[in-house]
């Protein structure tokens, strides 16, 4: 019964878990694959050929897992690689951009939004395009945070440093009046508290893995594959392909998630800079 098969999610590294803890908080029912490839991590530079080859072989191993859908939680290969893969798998790939930009326009009051991204994603334009294309009216201002990922990664979630880093990503898009933020990368939402002190109360943050759920959400309905029950015998299962540290230092801090479920698979063997 496709139903109870698992929902494949990815990511460069711990970034996706983010959207994992909305799945496990809407869709109690669900059982989730994660893999955060670590070997390869960041993704925020790396080139579209680069990441069509990294995003081919995960979703090939989620599938391979028996994901009954597949979410890129990631940003980065949602701009780039996953408008090429979508047609290459029978199962639906879902992407955090659309829902994101969906969100954005929703909350935006002055048609002024600001994105906080990877430089890869910024490049792409996709949040511009997606955003635009719903409300040619919303202006888009769109920021690479370079070092945002390494820190996440490192489990350096606030204080001092973090806070001036975040502070000269986020004040030239002060400057241009925006009134809604969005989390371009699926690693940011873990600094959104240090990132709401520096927007204060007047700027709606929003994290694009709230919509990629509900869109979620909908396919599995459409396609008669939601589960109803969780079942106890079959848990989460996370897979990192590189260093699993990432995972035991911010992973723990998502509710549901729990760190003995992590194991290393060996996807790439010193590939993936060319
Ligand atoms: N979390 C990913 C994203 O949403 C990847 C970030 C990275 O590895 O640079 O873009």
Do not use: W
Not at 214 to 222: K, Y
């Amino acid at each position: 019964m496709r139903s109870l098969q698992p929902i494949g999610v990815f990511d460069s590294g711990v970034g996706g878990l983010t959207v994992v803890r909305h799945i496990l908080e809407r869709l109690p029912a669900e059982r989730v694959v994660y893999l955060g490839d670590t070997a390869n991590v960041p993704y925020g530079g790396r080139s579209p050929r680069e990441l069509v080859y990294l995003g081919r072989t995960i979703i090939d191993f989620l599938v391979g897992q028996g994901a009954k859908v597949v979410v890129a939680a990631c940003n980065t290969s949602s701009s780039v690689s996953l408008p090429l893969l979508r047609e290459c798998y029978p199962v639906t790939l879902l992407d955090v951009i659309s829902p994101g930009a969906c969100d954005a326009v929703q909350a935006t009051r002055n048609k002024r939004v600001g994105v906080l991204a990877t430089q890869t994603t910024v490049s792409s334009r996709a949040y511009t395009r997606h955003i635009q294309a719903l409300d040619p009216a919303v202006s888009v201002f769109e920021v690479p945070c370079p070092q945002f990922v390494p820190l996440v990664e490192a489990g350096l979630l606030d204080g001092v440093e973090v806070e001036a880093i975040a502070a000269s990503y986020v004040r030239p898009l002060l400057r241009r009046d925006i009134d809604t933020l969005v989390l371009g990368c699926t690693h940011y939402p873990f600094l959104a508290p240090v990132l709401k002190r520096l927007v204060g109360e007047e700027v709606t943050l929003v994290d694009p893995a709230e919509g990629t759920v509900r869109r979620l959400q909908q396919v599995l309905a459409e396609q008669n594959i939601a589960s109803e029950r969780a079942s106890v015998q079959a848990p989460h299962r996370f897979y990192a392909t590189g260093a699993t540290d990432s995972f035991y230092k911010v992973g723990g801090m998502v509710a549901g998630i729990c760190t003995e479920c992590i194991q290393r698979v060996n996807l790439f063997e010193g590939v993936a800079n060319g």
